[in-house]
Each structure stands twice: as structure tokens, then as C-alpha cells.
């Protein structure tokens, strides 16, 4: 079952209420409910690490 779905109910995610949500270093992470009650947490994960000043975390020279 994909997370786009309500494991009960088989709704889309598109339908369920956020309770909260998280950035962390994983992603954006979701806590949802669905209207039949169910809960779930959903985790967006980001593509690509950015370091501070926009750079991409592998580009940072160790120097520095």
C-alpha cells in the first residue's frame, strides 16, 4: 500500500488533515489523519543536501 492511500479506507492522501508537520534533516515528515480516523506519517525526503549559503553540502571545500 503506498502512503499516497489510507491503509483502512484506501482514501488519497489528498483528502486526509495534517496534524503536524516536521523538517528535519530526513525530509519534511507528516502526520496525517484520515477522515475514517485512521493516522499516518507521511516523509518527504529531500533530493539534495544544502549547506549554509545555498551551496550543496558535497561542493564545501574542507579547508574552509
Known amino acids: 500500500m503506498s502512503s499516497e492511500q489510507c491503509t483502512s479506507c484506501h482514501r488519497s492522501v489528498a483528502i486526509a488533515g ?15 489523519r484520515c477522515p475514517c480516523g485512521r493516522r499516518w506519517v507521511d516523509v518527504a525526503r529531500f533530493l539534495t543536501i544544502v549547506g549554509v549559503g545555498g551551496a550543496h553540502w558535497g561542493d564545501a571545500d574542507p579547508g574552509e
Open 18 to 32: 495534517v496534524e503536524s508537520s516536521h523538517v528535519t534533516s530526513e525530509g519534511l515528515v507528516r502526520y496525517l
